[in-house]
């Protein structure tokens, strides 16, 4: 039996300012601070000493009433239960630490976390003990109650993502319980709902407010200035007045966590209205299932407790998503190949110092294996269930949206060395989330927009921003063919007028932008990755700022654009998903880095191909074609000069 994730995952005693005082000093005198060390210790006595102290704590606790400690002894008492049940499989202590997580998780006057941490445990025991009923009830207390909560808009962003990241695979895991209950549906629904939670905050102070506005005009100016002042951090100079005063927007000088509770406040006012009972709410299952309008999405769910493919169709007569078990699957291997597989592809893309001869046969064993072993045990299985794993007379389009570790390998790439790879049968695109495909088809697309070129050979000295890069002389003709290919629809920033002021000002008269320069990925603070412009960095968080909602197309010719956190990965932090947030309906991204040489090729034969069909529409079968052509080049045969390369939107 798999370990749960209540003895995975953090603790609600880690570290955190909002968190109470642990059981072992909550103020009652039966539980001395030797309660958790004895837990884990783990020997059958001190495990049995854990909990009777932790009972009497918890007994004292609930003679005071309303004391939030109580909800954090519960928590503490839960999981020294846990070690015991998984030590000794007493089936009494299961059930009594699955009561106390529940009573701990709904404790109203603890804190947001330690309950969120509690409804966490609460499912990954009732996964464990084989009660999936239960553990599904405790994980849709954590994501739709408790995780929106613990993610404040009144947070920094730093804050929030370090918040999310202490209930690793929250979303898959609820989604897996829901799945082992047969409810596929919820499983989608919770998937979405517990997964890219910052960026859904910002979407949500961007959604089209104009019926709003249209019956109910103050409420409406309202909500708008507090949703501007908290994308921008707070009300501007001589900012309009708060609720109550004359003015409907922000009081100067409000500070960001009472602008979360304005909105919230607003928000609730907006929803007693009629027909707005439902604003802004996630999306239910009815909702989501119209993102396979125009062609089937495989969701790759990956979860401790099980992984499977949910995939939604919308085909008259069939169910609209169906369950693919992935039974070789597990989320540990997923989590080691994803390792193994990103460390050789960075390492043979290193020329100083160079792999020898014996290194590189080995990596690239890595990479085939890893590519090999996809195919086998999800890629396949999807593209049979779908009726796709032969080669047909059209190559058909399919989008995926993995989960966890996946997300940061190339699913498109999957297959046997000598054998068809899923390249080879359909055409792939990607997806953060459901809704932001829902999104990105919502409006047409534009003929013949203006493109706005941007090329750094080689940062400024001393920008600071990416320490010491090699010039990239590809650059040069990348700009010099857009300029040529797109006449007198081309605006170009280049080396030394490539400067960040100067970059965003051109943004929202350009549908199009390229991006042809640095890329730089920063593994500990996934919103600081950026691409290097002449004077500095253009950062995740700098793009996601940017309100561009008539911009088409982002092709981000630069190395790992595309490439999340691990610690975050369902939060999708990465270059390609903010330019979609920050408007754009197509982006083109990179999972590692760029071969300089072939790069210009590629995004030739890219523009070649749309410029022929006459709009955006057809990126993801240009790109295709671009890499399939790069494919059948001796020299780029291998998935590492080729397989970087992905599609995010319609």
């Not at 003015?247 to 304005?262: A, I, K, M, Y």
């Not at 802004?280 to 993102?291: K, S």
């Not at 965003?504 to 691409?531: E, I, Q, Y």
């Amino acid at each position: 039996m798999p370990r749960p994730p209540a003895a995975a995952a953090p603790r609600p005693e880690g570290a955190g300012a909002d968190r109470p005082r642990s059981a072992a000093t909550a103020g009652s005198a039966a539980s001395p601070p030797s309660s958790p060390a004895l837990r884990e210790r783990g020997g059958p006595g001190d495990l049995d000493a854990s909990v009777d102290l932790l009972r009497g704590t918890v007994d004292d606790l609930n003679g005071r009433h309303g004391d939030p400690n109580i909800a954090h002894a519960r928590s503490e008492l839960g999981y020294a239960l846990v070690r015991r049940f998984q030590a000794q499989g007493r089936p009494e202590d299961g059930y009594e630490a699955e009561q106390a997580f529940r009573q701990s998780a709904g404790t109203e006057a603890a804190s947001i976390r330690t309950r969120l941490f509690s409804a966490f445990h609460w499912g990954g025991l009732g996964m464990e003990r084989g009660d999936a009923p239960a553990a599904l009830t405790g994980y849709r207390t954590a994501v739709d109650v408790l995780l929106p909560r613990l993610a404040d808009r009144g947070l920094p962003r730093a804050s929030r993502l370090a918040q999310i990241a202490q209930v690793p695979r929250l979303a898959s895991d609820a989604a897996a319980a829901a799945t082992a209950v047969g409810d596929l549906p919820g499983a989608v629904r919770l998937l979405e709902q517990g997964r890219s939670v910052i960026w859904s905050q910002l979407l949500q102070t961007r959604t089209d407010r104009t019926v709003l506005r249209e019956r109910h005009s103050a409420l409406a100016a309202e909500f708008d200035a507090i949703c501007a002042a908290l994308e921008t951090g707070g009300p501007g100079p001589g900012g309009p007045g708060p609720v109550g005063r004359p003015g409907p927007g922000p009081e100067q000088g409000e500070q960001p966590w009472q602008l979360s509770e304005r909105f919230d406040d607003v928000l609730t006012r907006i929803r007693r209205l009629d027909d707005f009972e439902h604003f802004l709410e996630p999306p239910t299952f009815g909702e989501l299932r119209r993102v396979a309008d125009d062609g089937p999405v495989a969701v790759i769910n990956i979860s401790a407790h099980r992984c499977d493919a949910l995939i939604l169709r919308s085909v008259p007569g069939v169910p609209p998503v169906a369950l693919v078990p992935l039974a070789g699957v597990t989320a540990a291997e997923v989590d080691q190949r994803a390792t193994e597989f990103l460390a050789a592809v960075e390492r043979l893309s290193r020329v100083s110092p160079e792999p020898g001869p014996a290194e590189k046969v080995r990596l690239t064993k890595r990479i085939d294996d890893t590519l090999a072993w996809l195919w086998t045990e999800i890629t396949r299985p999807v593209l049979a269930a779908l009726g796709l794993d032969r080669p047909g007379a059209t190559t058909p389009r399919l989008w995926w949206c993995p989960t966890g570790a996946l997300a940061q390998l190339p699913l498109h790439a999957a297959g046997p060395k000598d054998g068809p790879r899923v390249i080879d049968l359909v055409v792939s695109s990607y997806t953060p989330t459901l809704n932001s495909l829902i999104r990105a088809r919502a409006r047409p697309a534009t003929p013949r927009p203006h493109l706005l070129g941007v090329g750094v050979r080689q940062s400024a000295p001393g920008d600071g921003s990416t320490g010491a890069q090699p010039e990239l002389p590809g650059v040069s003709v990348e700009l010099a063919m857009l300029a040529d290919l797109f006449g007198d629809r081309y605006s170009g920033r280049a080396d030394r007028d490539a400067v960040l002021s100067g970059v965003l000002a051109d943004l929202p008269a350009h549908p199009w932008v390229h991006f042809a320069c640095h890329g730089v990925h920063s593994a500990t603070d996934p919103a600081a990755s950026h691409l290097a412009l002449y004077d500095g960095p253009l950062p995740v968080a700098g793009v996601a700022e940017q309100d561009l909602s008539g911009a088409e197309l982002a092709f981000l010719s630069a190395c790992h654009t595309a490439l999340g956190n691990r610690r975050l990965a369902d939060e999708a932090v990465h270059l390609a998903a903010a330019f979609q947030l920050a408007g754009y309906q197509h982006v083109v991204g990179t999972l590692w880095a760029l071969d300089d040489g072939p790069a210009p090729h590629v995004a030739r034969d890219f523009y070649r191909s749309l410029e022929t069909a006459g709009s955006a529409a057809d990126s993801a079968r240009a790109l295709h074609d671009a890499v399939q052509r790069l494919r059948r080049e001796p020299d780029h045969r291998a998935p590492l000069h080729w397989a970087s390369y992905v599609h995010l939107g319609p």
